[in-house]
């Protein structure tokens, strides 16, 4: 039988091996700082705490990231706002021009200065952050232009067909290639086949001018110089009927009259034809007999440009053309008034034969957001390059649905044109059927999907997916684009005339710029909020991974001063056994002893 003595004895061996580990277990937790010393103490905890320490480890990475932006951004206002100043100068010196006194080696000064700011507007936009371009490394729209695939323009291939400008040449690059009775390619002199049938039309009202005179009326007579010309309009508003009724697939509404009215007493340097009207009514045409008349002005495309809008009104939801409810896209609508009767001509006047990267870049940016007021030659320039690109988009797409009633999605901007208009018989609604749902469903193979996106696109301005924390969520930034002047042959300060005009262009140059460095404060804004909310993450983080990993000091204390009072009392006891007869390596052994 064993003693009871040595079982006590036992006991308190064994006891005090238990406190020593204890207390170099609360030893090294003190030291540590960690809760658990080894994965098999609670591997649930290790696990948690392990993927959250990853996580937080990636967030302060992240950080950087978010900061590298934030400067790239503030980069880019700061150019802008260079370009703020430089367009301020130029307006300046557009006013400066216009002074009676001035003389002109006194203009001519101000228009060698002006060239000057224009190219470095050019040089600014062309900034970069590191190897990274400010305003887009995009080339979707470039490559399209230079390019020499099946869709695409092929520059270098029609710089040799537009026009006049191009000996032997008479290829203006209309939507349909051909005049209206197919015999011949569409050129500068002849761009709608005149019948000669004046026979009035029966849903436009009386020709008149702007003070309600008609002809046959006992109010006065319209000018022979304007009845002349107002016969050649009647012509062609007929022809052109057909012209758009076979590139987009729109006809016209014959309940719906509108006025035709000539202004003879116009000012040059205007418009030479405008029409007004709403989504699915049109008011009037007016022409202005000054400007329709004016040298280089072919009045069969201007009638031709304004009845796509005539048509436009009457067969889509005009008011609403990318059905968001808010975008003008004044690009589509001009884009498409071009197109009809082709723009290569002016496109070669900016560009000329032999146009580099960067050339084409300033001109493609001249589309600014698509919304702005149309006035100027190299936005009529983008617009109709905007289009075609648009055209070649529709003729790539993977899209292999029923299409709709008369075109597929190979016919280009005809499926596009036709579908519009399908859906406005169909009472859609504008929301359904606009350039977003267009996009949305027949070329959902595309980098971009809507209308703003299209349009940055085309002319390279990028958007960049910035990663917001260390799980990789990211959100899409704003694409900032630079203010160029890439027509300064049709805008400078050598002439009053051309000074007016470019007073009026630099205005929307000042309202693209805003529209442009509020799109880069809107990043700068989302950034620094991303910051705010990632430091937060970041300490929530740390905080939570403290709570599961970092070891309790008080209660680690507490427990470091309790096991040594045990171990302390525990060797105490055992040195008294020292008196006994009894060895604790038989105690430890556990011989019966005295049995």
Request: proline content about 1%; charged content about 20%.
């Amino acid at each position: 039988m064993v003693s009871p003595i040595n079982n006590n004895l036992t006991g308190l061996v064994f006891e005090s091996t238990n406190n020593n580990t204890d207390l170099e277990n609360i030893v090294s937790k003190l030291s540590s700082g960690k809760k658990n010393l080894r994965v098999g103490e609670d591997s649930g905890s290790h696990s948690q705490g392990t993927k959250l320490s990853s996580k937080n480890i990636r967030d302060i990475a992240n950080v950087q990231n978010l900061q590298n932006f934030l400067s790239f951004t503030q980069s880019q206002d700061g150019v802008l706002e260079q370009v703020g100043k430089i367009l301020h100068r130029m307006d300046e010196l557009a006013t400066r021009a216009l002074d009676i006194t001035a003389t002109d080696g006194d203009c001519e000064n101000y228009n060698k200065e002006f060239i000057e700011l224009a190219d470095q507007l050019s040089k600014f936009s062309r900034e970069k952050f590191g190897d990274i371009n400010l305003f887009g490394g995009g080339t979707a729209g470039t490559d399209y232009i230079k390019g020499t695939e099946a869709n695409d323009f092929n520059y270098a291939q029609n710089v040799q067909n537009i026009g006049t400008n191009a000996a032997g040449s008479t290829d203006t690059g209309s939507v349909l290639g051909n005049d209206v009775t197919g015999n011949g390619i569409l050129n500068d002199s002849s761009v709608v086949n005149n019948t000669n049938d004046a026979t009035p039309l029966s849903y436009v009202s009386p020709v008149q001018d702007e003070d309600g005179n008609a002809t046959g009326t006992g109010g006065g007579v319209i000018t022979a110089d304007g009845q002349a010309l107002m016969d050649n309009a009647v012509k062609w508003i007929k022809d052109t009927q057909s012209i758009v009724n076979s590139a987009y697939g729109w006809t016209i509404d014959t309940g719906d009259t509108w006025k035709l009215q000539i202004n003879e007493n116009g000012q040059a340097g205007g418009w030479a034809a405008v029409v007004w009207g709403y989504q699915g009514n049109v008011d009037r045409m007016e022409v202005d007999l000054p400007d329709a008349t004016s040298s280089g002005i072919e009045f069969d495309r201007v009638i031709a440009h304004e009845m796509v809008h005539v048509m436009q009104h009457q067969n889509t939801y005009s008011s609403d053309p990318t059905g968001d409810g808010s975008s003008r896209a004044t690009w589509l609508s001009e884009g498409l008034a071009e197109f009809i009767h082709g723009s290569d001509e002016r496109v070669y006047g900016i560009l000329g034969n032999d146009p580099s990267d960067d050339d084409i870049r300033d001109l493609t940016n001249a589309i600014g957001n698509g919304n702005e007021d149309w006035t100027a030659n190299d936005q009529y320039a983008a617009a109709y390059l905007a289009v075609r690109f648009l055209d070649s988009e529709i003729k790539s797409s993977s899209y292999t649905g029923a299409g709709t009633t008369n075109f597929n999605v190979s016919d280009g901007i005809r499926h596009m044109t036709e579908w519009m208009k399908e859906q406005k018989v169909a009472n859609a609604g504008a929301a359904n059927s606009g350039l977003n749902a267009y996009i949305s469903t027949f070329l959902g193979d595309k980098e971009y999907s809507n209308n703003e996106e299209f349009i940055n696109y085309f002319k390279g301005a990028t958007e960049m997916n910035v990663a917001i924390d260390g799980d990789g969520s990211t959100y899409k930034s704003k694409a900032v684009s630079s203010i160029t002047i890439s027509d300064t042959t049709s805008y400078n300060l050598t002439s009053i005339e051309k000074a007016k005009d470019t007073l009026t262009f630099l205005s929307t140059k000042l309202t693209d710029l805003a529209e442009q460095r509020s799109l880069a404060g809107a990043n700068m804004s989302r950034v620094q909020n991303e910051l705010q909310n990632l430091a937060g993450k970041i300490s929530t983080g740390e905080m939570a991974v403290s709570r599961i990993e970092d070891a309790d000091i008080a209660q680690e204390s507490s427990n470091y001063a309790s096991s040594q009072v045990r171990t302390q009392a525990s060797i105490a006891i055992l040195a008294q056994a020292k008196q006994l007869n009894v060895g604790v390596s038989d105690l430890l052994r556990g011989v019966n002893i005295g049995g």
